[in-house]
């Protein structure tokens, strides 16, 4: 009786959704019947991931129907499976997520694998989805460039001047010593 392996399967590439997006997720199960939340963290062509108030989270293993929209695409209603739900700890700077006695809001991250999306839907979601992600990985290259040129440009003067005040220092040290 030995160890039976599973095979590895890579997981789709994640698109992290940026607060300008439409972030409304709706969700609806047996158990909560409708609910809404405000902040769908990320999306792949299999799954997604958001945040739910403590009423709202689904039990781990159940069946929702989801709705949602992701960036420069009409709204997708799809089955998904809960794979896991964890207390969700937002950073104590954002405090947009606080009560008005500076108590952190109690929050759960929900994580969910499509399971009825049709193979052309998922095809054309991925397709979607690799390209805001590339569009996104060349702005931020060409936000690292401008970093670049803009601090080379910036501080080219003082490089000038200490090449300058090595130079004379140089010369000054060889006369003095020479």
């Known amino acids: 009786m030995g160890v039976k392996k599973r095979k590895f399967e890579g997981r789709s590439e994640r698109y992290n959704l940026k607060a300008f997006h439409n972030k409304i997720i ?5 158990r909560i019947g409708r609910h809404q939340s405000t902040d ?8 997604l991931s958001f945040v739910s108030s ?20 009409k709204p997708i ?25 500076d108590k952190q809001i109690e929050e759960y991250f ?12 998922q095809e054309e979601l991925e397709a979607h989805l690799d390209q ?10 060409e936000q690292k460039i401008s970093y670049i040129k803009n601090g080379f440009l910036k ?15 140089g010369t000054s040290l060889k006369i003095y010593f020479g």
């Open 26 to 30: 709706k969700y609806k199960s047996d």
């Open 40 to 47: 769908f963290l990320d999306i792949s062509a299999t799954g």
């Open 54 to 73: 403590p009423e709202g989270v689904p039990d781990v293993g159940s069946i929702i129907r989801i709705t949602f929209s992701i960036p420069e695409s």
């Open 77 to 101: 209603t799809i089955k998904a499976q809960v794979m896991r739900t964890k207390k969700y700890n937002r950073p104590e700077w954002y405090k947009r997520y606080y009560d008005e006695d």
């Open 110 to 121: 929900v994580a969910v694998h499509f399971i009825n999306i049709k193979k052309i839907n």
């Open 132 to 141: 805001l992600i590339k569009y996104e990985k060349q702005e931020r290259k």
């Open 155 to 169: 501080s080219y003067k003082w490089i000038f001047i200490s090449v300058i005040s090595l130079i004379a220092l």
